[in-house]
């Protein structure tokens, strides 16, 4: 077997037809790796030079571990995600339609169009407006908070808990200018997500978003705080936080959890 002096003598030609047959010719490196006997050594500075670089040895056993770790929301997104409900809201609207059409009285569908025709030259019927989001239990009680665009205009809002349990809520107030809305349930003893401190949240920090994007429930999605103390519009005093956490339809309402929980 070769030594590892033996390595010096190889010309850079022969060196660039061993690496083609390897079928390793890539990007730049600095050194190669050659084992002897189970054993790793760092070839000459001559080799470096040569036309036909390598990939990256393979990890040694015994090395030190990379220092680079991603954040584990496993934990988290049990213990919260009990905690996060459905909110599905229905309500209803004034649509228009056109305004009857020119027939004389004897026609026999003069009376059918009438019924419809509004006074004010148009026809005006209720229509069914539907909506779903998400929301938080945040007190054993039923306390619930949400978006208040999520309820807005809803005659009707129905919560259904992680156990699929439905109760039909209450909004107990709602401000669109903070876009916050607080609900109540008649039910005991929920599960909750804790209230953080949002001026101790830092830019860069990871952090995941319950909800049920699309109807569906608890599903989870994570990135990063893009930037804190954002304001939208002309209203300065209303500070928002902005994140790269994919936020789908339906996902309003929900947490936004750092990895404290």
């Known amino acids: 077997m070769q030594n590892e002096g033996a390595v010096t003598a190889i010309t850079a030609k022969r060196l660039t037809l ?3 047959a390897a079928g390793v010719i890539g ?4 050194a190669i790796a050659v084992n ?7 070839a000459p500075a001559t080799v470096a030079a040569a036309p036909a670089p390598v990939q990256a040895p393979p990890a040694v056993a015994g090395a030190p571990a990379s220092t680079v770790s991603l ?3 496993t934990t988290i997104a049990k213990q919260n995600g ?6 599905r809201v ?3 609207t004034k649509t228009s339609s056109r305004s009857m059409p020119q ?3 004897g026609d026999p569908f003069y009376e059918f169009f009438r019924q419809f025709q509004d006074p004010r030259g148009g026809s005006q019927r209720d229509a069914p407006v539907f909506g779903a989001g998400s929301g938080f239990i945040v007190s054993p009680d039923g306390v619930i908070l949400t978006n208040a665009h999520v309820v807005q205009g809803a005659d009707e809002v129905t919560v259904k808990l992680a156990d699929r349990r439905e109760f039909r809520a209450k909004v107990l107030g709602s401000d669109p200018r903070t876009d916050v809305a607080v609900l109540k349930i008649d039910a005991k003893g929920l599960p909750t997500v804790p209230l953080g401190n949002a001026r101790s949240l830092q830019t860069g920090e990871w952090v995941l978003a319950i909800g049920s994007p699309f109807g569906l ?3 989870v999605t994570a990135g990063v705080v893009s930037a804190t103390g954002r304001s939208l519009g002309n209203d300065s005093q209303v500070q928002f936080i902005q994140t790269d956490v994919a936020v789908n339809p339906g996902n309003s309402g929900g947490p936004l959890l750092n990895t404290r929980g």
């Open 18 to 20: 061993a690496l083609c």
């Open 27 to 30: 990007g730049a490196v600095g």
């Open 36 to 42: 002897h006997n189970n054993a790793t050594a760092q």
């Open 71 to 73: 954040p584990d929301f």
């Open 82 to 87: 009990k905690a996060v409900v459905n909110i």
């Open 90 to 92: 229905m309500g209803s």
């Open 103 to 105: 027939m004389s009285p």
């Open 217 to 219: 429930e608890s599903t």
